[in-house]
């Protein structure tokens, strides 16, 4: 299958802070990226659909302002956690759309203190 | 009623039986349909993918769509240990303004015991 990366795979940030996570498409164009989050023991939670060039449609109850999101090649997305709090704590896994099917990246775990 | 619709479990099969994993979906307009491995704490991956009727098989899993009853199912011969994960059955409607996006089940828990 195709491959998805992500960095960092993990990141430990005061509050307050903002972290940038990237995801990569290495062997595929992505015109489509999807960002989700899981908490432990639950599924996995869209938050946001990232085109390459325009701007992410956000799923509701997601904070487009808190979650910046920018997809600026068909190889790479990025998404930013602006002033992070300790519940924003949780595992980001980006997703890249190739014609057909859909790759998971291998997830960033963020914890907040 | 839920969009995509698994049983949570556990299920849990011996080593070396046939574990059945079964996923309903509500919206007759899906043309895609997926199905994720996802060990504790990894991010999920993609193990079959299925798009009309019928059986596709590939090694010891095979995918089985009926869009007629608007259910899809995962089966894993020769279970093994290693097996043990949550599958989540995904669905994938087209057109519209979804850009593709996947809706998931809750994921089965499938636990293959020695």
């Known amino acids: 299958g195709a491959v998805v990366s992500q960095h960092p795979s993990w990141v430990i940030c005061k509050s307050g802070t903002s972290v940038k996570i990237e995801c990569r498409s290495l062997d595929f164009q992505a015109t489509t990226m999807f960002w989700y989050r899981q908490f432990p023991k639950q599924s996995l939670m869209l938050m946001a659909t990232?085109?390459?060039?325009?701007?992410?449609?956000?799923e509701q109850g997601v904070e487009k302002d808190k979650f910046l999101i920018n997809h600026a090649s068909l190889t790479l997305s990025t998404l930013t956690v602006t002033s992070a709090h300790p519940e924003d704590s949780s595992f980001y896994i980006c997703?890249?759309?190739?014609?057909?099917?859909?790759?998971f990246g291998p997830g960033t775990r963020l914890t907040v203190t | 009623q839920k969009e995509v619709e698994q049983n949570s479990g556990p299920l849990s099969v011996p080593e070396g039986a046939i574990a059945s994993l079964n996923c309903t979906y509500s919206d007759r307009v899906s043309q895609s349909f997926f199905w994720y491995r996802q060990y504790s704490g990894k991010s999920p991956e993609l193990i079959m993918s299925i798009y009309s009727n019928g059986d596709k098989e590939d090694g010891r899993f095979t995918a089985q769509l009926n869009k007629a009853s608007q259910y899809v199912s995962l089966l894993i011969r020769d279970s093994q240990p290693s097996d043990s994960a949550t599958y989540l059955c995904?669905?994938?409607?087209?057109?519209?303004?979804?850009?593709?996006?996947?809706?998931f089940g809750q994921g089965t828990i499938l636990t293959v015991h020695p």
């Open positions: 997703s890249a759309k190739g014609q057909y099917e859909q790759y």
């Open positions: 995904a669905v994938r409607i087209a057109g519209g303004t979804s850009y593709g996006k996947l809706t």
């Open positions: 990232s085109n390459e060039g325009s701007k992410a449609t956000y």
